[in-house]
């Protein structure tokens, strides 16, 4: 046992995998994660790789999002999923049928809007609650910091579960209309792929730009030393709060998007684990790597969908030997590649 | 002594505290135009204090700066617009930016391109080493070369006053050479008005024209270095002989 312990510390001190440079292990990662998804989706055929696309689109969003405020500027929050359910419940609450809604008991008010008249509102208001969530947290950094994350996530689904007038609680909020332009309704799953897909490129854009921009290098510059960038005159909290405020209007829109493709949403969706999965996303794909979000979300799509095929397991259990397979992955990847897939720093 | 017209930066009374722990208790000093003074003392004595309650990074609890005049009582980033910047303590420098980069975070909040280009073509000019390097990252430079990146970033600022703390912290002696060299040369041909905190003694009272001794959060001495050398002042503080609880104990002006 204490040899297997012994060589297991060796491998993760000198392995190989630790030493490899990130370019190589950037190519290999991005074929093995390419193949496997190709091969996947050929076996299973076009339906189920436009879903299977989908899910990724969402959670990729979710992915290169949080990054930027995890990977680029250093905060570990877990409390993204928080965002990714106002935004969902705004689209629910201001879009959902009304006239399916006043059918029901407990119905809440339902404004009846159209996708694109919620959009915005939904980003703008996870852009908002972040806003006066940020002003508080930016008080605190590290440990503590994640810790009143997880505070946030816990609140924001307890708000979800319980505030029946308006999210109608554990029974969900149905009808959740797809998007629109005038007659012409995203309601082929391959119309909504693509804007999916249009969604998602747009975040990628817009992170790049942010990363690439000075604006990115002082937050780099905050992730190594707070107090020495204070220093030459940057008001910390300012570009904290800045990139928390654009990090949580992406989960805002991935929320929104989530609750049209799906057409019904309830508070398990925004449960603290699925937090947790997209945290372990980030740091597999890679801290601070806008590709390595990517590869993370393509891979736990796969896996999460993947299992379902496994023939001895029940399904009941799929929900459950992701999270295992995810945990398991996670500790080996710190045991054995600290700074992720691809990615250029350690936690 | 010098006359309070000319003095560019003055340190009335200056208290702060840390919880507990007096850092600065009254400490007056002040600073003229194009000058260069060095503040000397033991380990704790309050030397990083005097700089971070300068740039409003310290806790102070009484008593004012007053600069160029004013009375100076904003926060950092309204202190660096006002040229005032600072090479902290440990060099720390971003090692996962390049050079160019590091010189960049220096003066990021000026809008102006090409004014930004023009202070980071004279601060390579005055450090021919950063310009070989200066697209290679941080964490590839020596300690030197670092130290030297620190004192660039803070030149990047176009400070009229540039406050070192500690800038040959545990360098080679040929390098700490090199480091006095360029201080020296910031403070004559750029003409920075330029307080430095030293422990290496010998060789900061070369290139400084006043120095002021702290011990225990207090002034004890200020005056020339050769006032400073032909006194024992020095070995009186760092021995501990010097009980600045005392009012006015062991203050020896000179010059
Ligand atoms: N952030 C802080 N919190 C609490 N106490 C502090 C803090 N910073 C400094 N002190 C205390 O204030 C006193 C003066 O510290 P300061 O850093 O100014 O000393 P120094 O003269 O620069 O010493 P050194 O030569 O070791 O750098 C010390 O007693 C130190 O413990
Ligand atoms: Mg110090």
Redesign the pocket.
Known sequence: MSHLAQAIRELGDSGPLRRMPRANLERIATVLVLGWAVGFMLWQGAGFTITLTTIFAIWAILAVSLNLVVGFTGLLSVGHIGFFGIGAYTMAILASDASYDRLRTESIPTPDWPFFAALPVCIAIAGLVALGVGVVFNRFRDDIFVLVSFGFAIIAFSFFLNLRELTRGAFGIHEIPRPAFGSWVLDGEIEFLIFALICLALVVLICWLIVTSSFGRVLTAIREDEEAIAVFGYRVTHFKLAVWVLSAMMAGLAGALLASWTSFIDPNSFILLESMLLIAIVILGGLATIWGSLLGAMAFVLLEEGMRFLPFLPPEFVGQARQVVLGVLLVLLMLFRPQGLVGRYKL | MHGSSDVSLQLTDIAVH??A?R?LDGVSLGISQGEAVAVL?P???????VLKAIMGLAPVVAGEVHWRGRRLEAETHEIVREGICFVP?GRRVFTHLSIEENLEMGCLYLGDESEKRRRLESVLDLFPILYDKRRDLASQMSGGQQQMLAIGRGLMGAPDLLLLD?PTLGLAPIVVGEVFAKVREISNRVDTTIMI?E?NIKGVLEIVDRAYV?DK?RIVHEGTPESIRETNILTDVFLGRIQPDEEGGGRTDGA
Request: net charge neutral; hydrophobic share 30%.
């Open positions: 840390y919880g722990v850092a003392g380990n704790g004595a309050g030397k990083s204090t303590q500690e905190v422990h702290l959060g």
